[in-house]
């Protein structure tokens, strides 16, 4: 069983679409998080959500909207593509308490903008 | 606000050699400190973390990493680098209270050589 799963693994788009990534998790973890991978490989964070609540929303253009229904899913809108926006998404998962910082990362989505 | 650097963006090593990748950082406060592993087109994997104790921390695949408050470091080693040790390494840190993001390094490229 996937820990942390993702879809979808990948995405191509045009400029000015909008797309959805989502993530799901079944370690019963009450932390989520978007992270932002470049093609330099340096890692963002974007938002983290604690059991459905955003805790940690970074600097990052309203076109991006995370949406966690539960505390197992947390997912990723994002309007008007633009070319910057082409990277790899990662979706990761934590729990508070004796495993602090442990984050449990998915597969990733690499999304390209065309 | 929390920072990391990792000064290499590659390191060499022959297999069975021992390996060191370094990592620094900047906290207010006490840090909790990170080690995570990503292998080509994967999500990253939790290696090793310093939350409090004794300053040398052992993790998996053999490897560990030493906390040194004077210097502000966390290098990370392995007594005998093995070639499917290669991989994209990242140190993190975040601090010791609430909620609060994991930063991570920019990433350092090991390279173990038959």
């Known amino acids: 069983d996937t820990a942390v799963s993702q879809t979808p693994k990948y995405l191509v788009t045009q400029m000015g679409n909008d797309k959805s990534i989502k993530c799901e998790q079944n370690?019963?973890?009450?932390?989520m998080y978007w992270y932002k991978q470049d093609s330099k490989k340096f890692l963002k964070i974007m938002f983290s959500y604690n059991n459905k609540e955003l805790i940690i929303n970074e600097t990052v253009p309203n076109r991006f909207s995370p949406k966690s229904p539960d505390k197992a899913h947390l997912n990723l809108h994002i309007n008007s593509l633009e070319l910057g926006d082409s990277a790899v998404y990662f979706c990761a998962s934590s729990q508070e308490g004796i495993n602090t910082g442990e984050l449990f990362f998915g597969e990733g989505s690499r999304l390209t903008v065309l | 606000a929390q920072s990391v650097a990792q000064p290499e963006d590659q390191v060499n090593v022959a297999e069975g050699n021992p390996l060191t990748v370094k990592c620094t950082y900047s906290?207010?406060?006490?840090?909790?400190l990170f080690w995570y592993v990503q292998y080509p087109n994967r999500g990253l994997q939790f290696l090793l973390k310093?939350?409090?104790?004794?300053?040398l921390v052992k993790g998996s695949y053999g490897f560990e990493a030493e906390f040194n408050k004077s210097q502000t470091s966390f290098h990370l080693k392995k007594p005998s680098a093995l070639v499917s040790d290669s991989a994209l390494y990242f140190c993190a840190v975040r601090r010791n209270t609430g909620f609060q993001k994991l930063v991570f390094g920019t990433g350092t490229r090991l390279l173990v050589s038959p």
């Open positions: 906290v207010s406060g006490n840090p909790y």
């Open positions: 370690l019963g973890h009450d932390t």
């Open positions: 310093y939350i409090t104790g004794d300053n």
